[in-house]
T-cell receptor
């Protein structure tokens, strides 16, 4: 298995632009998580999907953030409009056992200028 | 919610020596405690985990111990090697069966050849 696949690896955009991050979980995993990592706040859970259904999005910082999982093999995290404070590494992770044995993707390094 | 404290924030050891990283948690209902290793610019990778019904777990040169009464758990790395240099994160779930993983702030381990 190729593991959790995220794209793009790097994204540089200007403030106000829309950003879409993509994730393909490991086949057979029914839990998908989006995390954000910054030096100041560490790893923060943004949203959790189980069987493609959003279970908890309380970590999504604002209405500018939205996430979808239209099927078991694809999820997106969208930021619109983007702001400089959104600059961070965004990780997608999946698991076949809820929160246990999480496998992380390589992350998307987002820079909003 | 769960609060996870991790220390030290940085740790330098000579190659061949042991390294110990400690974490405390606040939620007595937490029952799953993973450790992740993150090399510079890479994804967090699970290296070992322990459930609350076990006091200690070993995997080659790494071991984790858990003291439920004191609500703390530790990572032990023996015979350290330069490739062990990385940031290590502890985490705890927020209550039994919870999908919420709260991460510590990380420990940057440097193994000096």
């Amino acid at each position: 298995d190729a593991g959790v696949i995220q794209s793009p690896r790097h994204e540089v955009t200007e403030m106000g632009q829309e950003v879409t991050l993509r994730c393909k979980p490991i086949s057979g995993h029914n839990s998908l998580f989006w995390y954000r990592q910054t030096m100041m706040r560490g790893l923060e859970l943004l949203i959790y999907f189980n069987n493609n259904v959003p279970i908890d999005d309380s970590g999504m910082p604002e209405d500018r953030f939205s996430a979808k999982m239209p099927n078991a093999s694809f999820s997106t995290l969208k930021i619109q409009p983007s702001e400089p404070r959104d600059s961070a590494v965004y990780f997608c992770a999946s698991s076949g056992q809820g929160v246990e044995k999480l496998f992380f993707g390589s992350g998307t390094q987002l820079s909003v200028l | 919610g769960e609060n996870v404290e991790q220390h030290p924030s940085t740790l330098s050891v000579q190659e061949g020596d042991s390294a110990v990283i400690k974490c405390t948690y606040s939620d007595s209902a937490s029952n799953y405690f993973p450790w992740y290793k993150q090399e510079l610019g890479k994804r967090p990778q699970l290296i070992i985990d322990i459930r609350s019904n076990v006091g200690e777990k070993k995997d080659q040169r790494i071991a984790v111990t858990l003291n439920k009464t004191a609500k703390h758990f530790s990572l032990h790395i023996t015979e350290t090697q330069p490739e062990d240099s990385a940031v290590y994160f502890c985490a705890a779930n927020s209550g039994a069966g919870s999908y919420q993983l709260t991460f510590g702030k990380g420990t940057k381990l440097s193994v000096i050849p």
